[in-house]
């Protein structure tokens, strides 16, 4: 058995633009979630840069891809965009 705390985690519809996802992952952290997930889809932000933004615009909150749609993306592509 471990001491860890039971965490959350939210998966986030990302909005459309940069400001009101700067103030959805905030409020996010606000409310005591530990983390929150960025859904790679169609005419939302970038999941990449969409998580970058969120770890910068708050300052506990873990960040991470629920999924990548790999089909929409080279996979080379994928990849240079995850190291940067």
Avoid: C, I, K
Avoid at 7 to 34: C, K, L, N, T
Avoid at 38 to 43: A, F, M, N, S
Avoid at 56 to 79: D, E, F, K, M
Wanted: glycine share 4%; no cysteine.
């Amino acid at each position: 058995m471990t001491d860890h705390p039971f965490r959350f985690a939210a998966v986030a519809a990302v909005p459309p633009h940069g400001r009101s996802w700067a103030d959805e992952v905030r409020r996010f952290e606000a409310w005591g979630y530990s983390a929150v997930q960025v859904p790679d889809t169609l005419g939302t932000l970038a999941v990449f840069p969409a998580m970058a933004a969120a770890a910068a615009a708050t300052s506990t909150l873990r960040v991470g891809s629920y999924v990548v749609a790999v089909p929409n993306h080279r996979p080379a592509a994928v990849a240079h965009e995850a190291l940067s």
